[in-house]
């Protein structure tokens, strides 16, 4: 089984003036520490709401010039046996990456695998329509008595 799971981290931002800034230097900061290693690490801005109204915030904390901004790192985690063995994968590969950063899992949606049913049904189907345009095997035998003699005598001819 393969799953996509999705992984929030609080990145501290320093000296930074406005929201905007904190969510691109996190950005890059995030990036910075999981390249070369996990360049598969898919790094999105992060859905804040507030607890009282729902009213969606921006993804940047910001306070005394100083900001914790909230990040989703979505990965893939191949060949796992249930949901938690995916999230204890993606959490140890990203965690041993980014020191300090707290991490939580928003999301694990398990990814449909391909198969070789379809291409066997599709081949089932084909041998199925080859069979409806060959002809009875009670008329070819028949034909096939008829034609030999007939080419047996043009031969001897």
């Given at each position: 089984m393969n799953c996509r799971v999705v992984v929030e981290a609080a990145v501290p931002v320093y000296d930074v003036a406005s929201a905007d800034e904190a969510v691109r230097?996190?950005?890059?900061?995030?990036g910075e520490m999981l390249n070369p290693d996990l360049n598969y690490v898919?790094?999105?801005m992060?859905?804040?709401h507030c607890?009282?109204?729902?009213?969606?915030?921006e993804p940047a904390f910001l306070a005394a010039d100083e900001s914790l901004v909230a990040l989703e790192?979505?990965?893939?985690?191949?060949?796992?046996?249930?949901?938690?063995?995916?999230a204890r994968i993606a959490r140890k590969e990203?965690?041993?990456?980014?020191e300090n950063i707290?991490?939580?899992?928003?999301?694990?949606?398990e990814i449909p695998e391909e198969s070789d049913e379809t291409t066997e049904d599709e081949s089932s189907s084909a041998e199925s329509e080859a069979d409806a345009d060959d002809p009875p095997s009670d008329q070819s035998?028949?034909?096939?008595d008829d034609v030999l003699p007939e080419f047996e005598e043009l031969i001897d001819e």
């Open positions: 230097i996190a950005i890059s900061k995030t898919e790094i999105n992060g859905d804040r607890p009282h109204c729902g009213e969606t915030l790192l979505e990965m893939t985690v191949f060949n796992v046996e249930r949901d938690e063995h995916a990203i965690g041993q990456r980014l707290p991490l939580d899992v928003l999301e694990i949606e035998a028949d034909e096939s």
